[in-house]
């Protein structure tokens, strides 16, 4: 592994690796309006949550190190106070990109990348119609980053005072992630889609987990298990013991071969063909990967016990 120190690198650079080893990251479509009325819109991927009571998200325009210029955003959130910030989706992210361009102050970009304004309730600035999530907020604080050494960066910490969530990303009161098909930032041209295909649960124990040091060692020193696995099983709150009764099959079950049955993500047939086959039912790396698929439907307790079947 490659040992940097910042001052090792020249400013671009630096940039770059931060910006590609901090990913992805959330992007704010930021919409201000300035002194004369002309409304500005920037994306920014320094951008996050911090506090929910009350909503507390930051932005970090940075001033240009090259010319020392302040961002649009920036100034105009100075001066007013106020601004709305958009989710980008998958089907805007040519247009962020477009409005990421540098136009002059007085250049509209929501016309520019023909994104359409929506009317806020409590902030002047408009949201962005397309977002299906978007917020208003008010300037809590401006925090300069280290201008005694020339540092251009800065943390705005912004008050959300309205949220607005479509419909359509909906579902049982909460927002679904994979109706948002949201876009995230990467380093240098790079992005990430976090569509339907690419988001998934970890469901988090409610309760301290015994710990991946309290698993047996055959399990623990698995070559079959990974990292994920192991710290599955090492999220329930105590230690299984083997209930004899597992595995139980109907009459009619039937399988396959156990390399067919595993390819077709079905460990309880696999299981079936090993419990009938004493090579099999006693082989470390078969109980193991059964084990696995059975993690990866998130039937923990099923896992368990095709492990302590050892």
């Not at 931060?18 to 991927?45: C, E, F």
């Not at 540092?151 to 049982?172: C, T």
């Not at 299984?240 to 109907?250: A, C, E, I, K, R």
């Amino acid at each position: 592994m490659t040992t940097i120190l910042p001052n090792d690198l020249p400013h671009r650079e630096r940039h770059q690796l931060l910006l590609s080893g901090v990913a992805p990251r959330p992007i704010a479509l930021v919409s201000t309006i300035d002194q004369g009325g002309i409304a500005n819109l920037s994306p920014y991927s320094f951008f996050n949550a911090y506090s929910s009571k009350p909503p507390i998200v930051a932005i970090g325009p940075a001033i240009s190190a090259k010319t020392g210029a302040e961002k649009d955003t920036y100034r105009n959130l100075l001066d007013s106070g106020e601004c709305t910030i958009s989710a980008c989706t998958y089907g805007m992210v040519e247009a962020i990109s477009l409005a990421s361009c540098e136009y002059p102050r007085d250049v509209d970009e929501f016309v520019k990348c023909g994104l359409t304004k929506a009317a806020s309730t409590i902030v002047r600035p408009p949201r962005v119609a397309e977002a299906p999530f978007a917020m208003e907020c008010k300037l809590m604080e401006n925090i300069e980053l280290r201008r005694d050494m020339a540092g251009n960066g800065n943390i705005m910490l912004l008050e959300v005072v309205a949220f607005h969530v479509a419909d359509s990303v909906m579902v049982d009161g909460r927002i679904d992630p994979r109706k948002m098909d949201l876009v995230a930032r990467m380093g240098y041209d790079w992005y990430a889609r976090a569509g339907a295909a690419n988001v998934f649960e970890v469901r988090k124990p409610t309760w301290n987990g015994i710990g991946v040091d309290a698993l047996p060692d055959h399990i623990r020193t698995s070559d079959v298990l990974t990292g994920n696995d192991l710290a599955k099983l090492a999220g329930v709150r105590e230690l299984p013991m083997y209930d004899g009764s597992f595995p139980t099959f109907d009459e009619d079950f039937a399988a396959d071969r156990i390399d067919i049955e595993l390819a077709a993500q079905r460990p309880d047939a696999a299981l079936y063909v090993a419990m009938r086959d004493p090579s099999l039912r006693h082989d470390r790396r078969i109980l193991h990967t059964i084990a696995q698929v059975f993690l990866a439907q998130q039937r923990v307790d099923e896992a368990w016990q095709t492990l302590l079947m050892e």
